[in-house]
């Protein structure tokens, strides 16, 4: 019996001595996911101004939302999967409000989201924001055409609602997988599919309107690509290091001895009274409120600045702009 325990003993020391922390992990293939998540989900949101350049063309005739002398042409065209695609006569504040009714969903759902993301776990949850921005995304256009500039604000207002589970979701992912030691690294990279969404999601979304798929194809991409990330977080994401099924004993033993997660150990409670009193704070909201409103007026408004006010063909400009 004796011998049996130092044999375990010994096994448990040799695979740890054999686990390498500069190596490649199972944390990192869940940091290159959560970063793959965000990337889209950027991509997703940025896609609406340079969309909308490619959707309308505003004529003073009392701001119809149908579409400017259109008749669908076959079944196929009447599903917005062949051309010629409707063009629609919407003014200035209506495209405004189609682009902020993706933000009225998004700011209602931000702390319920990480009650959620608690409860049921990251996994479920980023795999359902997701899938949900897949159906809303392929079914945008038929919705646009069919119910008008209304209908597609509701299913901005949807995907604002699912998005708005992304970033608690990550937040809770890398707080049960980063190790105090690698958090840092990770998470900037898990972070930085913010900025490289927005970055790529821009020239994509002009080089799809201005190709044969036209503005349909922006969101059937959308909607495609969203998919295969919902079935990426289905079935390689895990909501903590001791549900995946394939992560080493060591890597796991690893990952919660940094983090101290194991089940002798009590939840904490949360210093508010401190943090609210705390000047950081503030700094942190009022940063991050200028942050974000440069960005949301860079990819919302300066594609229809670019094409209205200044006459650029934003299309034309962003395809050359992708040759390079």
């Given at each position: 019996?004796?011998?049996?325990?130092?044999?375990?003993?010994?096994?448990?020391?040799?695979?740890?001595?054999?686990?390498?922390?500069?190596?490649?992990?199972?944390?990192h293939?869940?940091?290159?996911?959560?970063f793959?998540?965000?990337?889209?989900?950027?991509?997703?949101?940025?896609?609406?101004?340079?969309?909308?350049?490619?959707?309308?063309?505003?004529?003073?005739?009392?701001?119809?939302?149908?579409?400017?002398?259109?008749?669908?042409?076959?079944?196929?065209?009447?599903?917005?999967?062949?051309?010629?695609?409707?063009?629609?006569?919407?003014?200035?504040?209506?495209?405004?409000?189609?682009?902020?009714?993706?933000?009225w969903?998004?700011?209602?759902?931000?702390?319920?989201?990480g009650?959620?993301?608690?409860?049921?776990?990251?996994?479920?949850?980023?795999?359902?924001?997701?899938?949900?921005?897949?159906?809303?995304?392929?079914?945008?256009?038929?919705?646009?055409?069919?119910?008008?500039?209304?209908?597609?604000?509701?299913?901005?207002?949807?995907?604002?609602?699912?998005?708005?589970?992304?970033?608690?979701?990550?937040?809770?992912?890398?707080?049960?997988?980063?190790?105090?030691?690698?958090?840092?690294?990770?998470?900037?990279?898990v972070y930085?599919?913010?900025a490289?969404?927005?970055?790529?999601?821009?020239?994509?979304?002009?080089?799809?309107?201005?190709?044969?798929?036209?503005?349909?194809?922006?969101?059937r991409?959308?909607?495609?690509?969203?998919?295969m990330?919902?079935?990426?977080?289905?079935?390689?994401?895990?909501?903590?290091?001791?549900?995946?099924?394939?992560?080493?004993?060591a890597?796991?033993?690893?990952?919660?001895?940094?983090?101290?997660?194991?089940?002798?150990?009590?939840?904490?409670?949360?210093?508010?009274?401190?943090?609210?009193?705390?000047?950081?704070?503030?700094?942190?909201?009022?940063?991050?409120?200028g942050?974000?409103?440069?960005?949301?007026?860079?990819?919302?408004?300066?594609?229809?600045?670019?094409?209205?006010?200044?006459?650029?063909?934003?299309?034309?400009?962003?395809?050359?702009?992708?040759?390079?």
């Amino acid at each position: 019996m004796e011998d049996n325990v130092e044999t375990q003993n010994q096994d448990h020391k040799t695979e740890a001595t054999k686990f390498k922390v500069a190596g490649w992990g199972y944390r990192h293939q869940q940091c290159f996911i959560l970063f793959c998540t965000l990337t889209i989900a950027y991509s997703m949101r940025s896609c609406m101004g340079v969309a909308l350049v490619a959707m309308t063309d505003f004529e003073d005739k009392g701001n119809d939302s149908k579409p400017l002398e259109f008749k669908t042409e076959g079944v196929l065209n009447s599903l917005m999967v062949v051309a010629p695609y409707p063009i629609f006569n919407w003014e200035k504040k209506v495209q405004d409000t189609v682009i902020a009714s993706f933000f009225w969903g998004y700011m209602l759902l931000q702390i319920p989201a990480g009650h959620l993301a608690h409860r049921f776990g990251t996994r479920h949850l980023l795999t359902g924001a997701m899938m949900i921005n897949c159906v809303v995304s392929i079914l945008f256009p038929i919705a646009t055409y069919y119910g008008g500039w209304v209908l597609s604000a509701i299913c901005r207002v949807l995907q604002g609602l699912s998005q708005a589970c992304i970033m608690p979701g990550l937040h809770t992912a890398l707080g049960k997988w980063a190790p105090l030691h690698e958090r840092g690294r990770m998470s900037a990279f898990v972070y930085g599919g913010q900025a490289l969404g927005t970055v790529f999601g821009l020239p994509i979304t002009g080089f799809i309107a201005s190709s044969p798929m036209g503005w349909p194809g922006i969101f059937r991409f959308y909607g495609v690509v969203s998919g295969m990330i919902g079935f990426l977080l289905w079935f390689m994401a895990a909501d903590a290091p001791a549900q995946h099924p394939k992560i080493s004993a060591a890597e796991k033993k690893y990952i919660e001895d940094e983090l101290g997660s194991s089940d002798k150990n009590k939840r904490m409670a949360v210093p508010w009274g401190k943090i609210l009193r705390h000047k950081g704070l503030y700094a942190i909201i009022i940063s991050h409120v200028g942050h974000t409103w440069a960005q949301i007026t860079l990819y919302s408004e300066v594609p229809a600045f670019m094409d209205k006010v200044m006459g650029v063909n934003i299309k034309a400009v962003i395809e050359v702009f992708t040759k390079f």
